[in-house]
């Protein structure tokens, strides 16, 4: 089964999870994010999750040596493991499990589920696990069984492929903070029969990941983000079409590997029962007209750590991006980096429709002010809008093109009235709260 179907089998509350962590924190939809896993890092004295707004919060309680910080680091903010191996509800990371694993990460049915797996320091995590093992795992895609000497192949959801490449210190890294993660009991049941694989996927090999063209002017910076990019981190995962496992003959790699960042990976179905959006992820190669050729190194910074793309508009999940997001404890050198990188990637045309708009139009239920736009002598806006659709949010505001219109219509007797309107029943602009579209 591909990759791509496996995705669009994940549960309403790993969707919502993924929302919670993911998306900007302007939408009412953000809840409080993990210490570590989507915000905040774990800690390096006992002060689990401080940053990471009260959600489950990291490892703290011990400080952490250098090496540790360095796989902290990559763990929770370059390769987003969190984002995974933290469970969720519809709240966001459930507060004391931190990288615990989610049994129901994945299901498709009766006893078809796939757990991300339990990484804490803990009999039913990693604990027993030796460090070659560890590694093993998240960089081949090989487990041990319960019969010594005996592996078997990890399902490529997790990006063991990308993470091949990661270099001999930094995969040292990650086993040594992960072994100062506090243990938590959650045993992860085996993957049902349907994600079983016969093999682990081919690891992309590093010849076949683009190098910067050789005219970019900043090479040392781009060749820093080409390893932040494409082998400690994900963006080459998310950012490029996974082929159909099930086609004949099958696939050789997980990857399109001609189109790489290119772009195109649709992950409607994670959000087909929540958001109702359809992300697809977009081509970061520098082509001008299907890509991101026109953006500007800044530009890319501010949508990595702030979840803004250049036109202003939001960000839709599951990247990990905005000041709630993963991406926002990325060094400013590191953010810099990546985008220097996407700047000098040869440019790949592929013209990906964007059909999501986040937060998602007409917002998620209405939001906004405590006293309305509308007032009562109905000239909040020139668009007219809300009248008498215009009643889903109680506390909405206008925003920048009003509700009442110039016919008054949300006047002192008019629908819009002190509690403003919005929300579902609103037109619903860009933003889907009061912003640039109004509602």
């Excluded at 090479?219 to 082998?231: N, V």
């Excluded at 060094?331 to 000098?344: G, P, R, V, W």
């Amino acid at each position: 089964m591909t990759k791509n179907r496996l995705y669009k089998m994940f549960t309403v509350t790993a969707a919502a999870g993924l929302v919670a962590a993911a998306g900007c924190d302007s939408t009412p939809i953000l809840k409080a994010s993990a210490g570590g896993a989507g915000g905040g890092h774990a800690g390096t004295t006992a002060t689990a999750g401080t940053n990471g707004g009260g959600g489950a919060g990291g490892a703290g309680g011990a400080t952490l040596n250098a090496v540790q910080l360095r796989g902290q680091y990559i763990v929770d903010v370059v390769a987003a493991c969190g984002d995974c191996h933290t469970p969720r509800d519809m709240n966001g990371p459930i507060a004391g499990m931190y990288l615990a694993g989610n049994p129901s990460f994945i299901t498709a049915g009766p006893g078809q589920s796939l757990g991300s797996r339990n990484l804490t320091n803990d009999p039913t995590g990693l604990k027993n696990r030796s460090d070659l093992e560890i590694k093993n795992m998240f960089q081949n895609g090989l487990r041990p069984t319960a019969t010594a000497g005996v592996n078997e192949a990890l399902n490529p959801v997790m990006p063991y492929y990308v993470f091949h490449n990661m270099t001999d210190a930094d995969a040292d890294a990650v086993v040594a903070y992960l072994r100062t993660v506090p243990g938590v009991t959650n045993d992860i049941q085996r993957r049902g029969t349907m994600f079983d694989v016969s093999a682990p996927a081919p690891a992309i090999a590093d010849s076949t990941i683009p190098q910067p063209d050789p005219a970019y002017a900043d090479q040392a910076s781009a060749l820093a983000g080409r390893y932040l990019a494409a082998k400690a981190g994900v963006c080459i995962e998310c950012h490029t079409k996974h082929l159909d496992s099930r086609a004949t003959p099958p696939p050789a790699t997980v990857l399109d590997e001609t189109k790489l960042f290119a772009g195109g990976e649709d992950f409607s179905q994670l959000f087909a029962t929540t958001l109702m959006i359809h992300p697809v992820s977009k081509n970061l190669t520098s082509d001008a007209t299907t890509g991101i050729g026109t953006w500007t190194v800044a530009e890319i910074v501010k949508a990595l750590k702030m979840g803004v793309a250049k036109d202003g508009t939001g960000i839709c999940p599951p990247m990990p991006v905005g000041p709630m997001g993963a991406f926002a404890k990325l060094k400013d050198e590191d953010a810099t980096a990546i985008a220097h990188y996407l700047k000098s990637l040869p440019p790949v045309p592929n013209m990906i429709v964007d059909m999501c708009q986040f937060p998602p139009a007409g917002g998620a239920g209405g939001a906004g002010g405590s006293s309305g736009a509308a007032g009562t002598s109905g000239t909040a806006g020139t668009s007219g809008t809300a009248g008498t659709t215009g009643t889903a949010g109680t506390s909405g505001t206008a925003g920048r093109s009003g509700t009442a219109g110039s016919t008054g219509t949300a006047g002192s007797t008019g629908a819009a009235g002190a509690g403003g309107a919005a929300g579902a029943g609103g037109a619903g602009g860009r933003s889907g709260v009061g912003g640039a579209g109004g509602a």
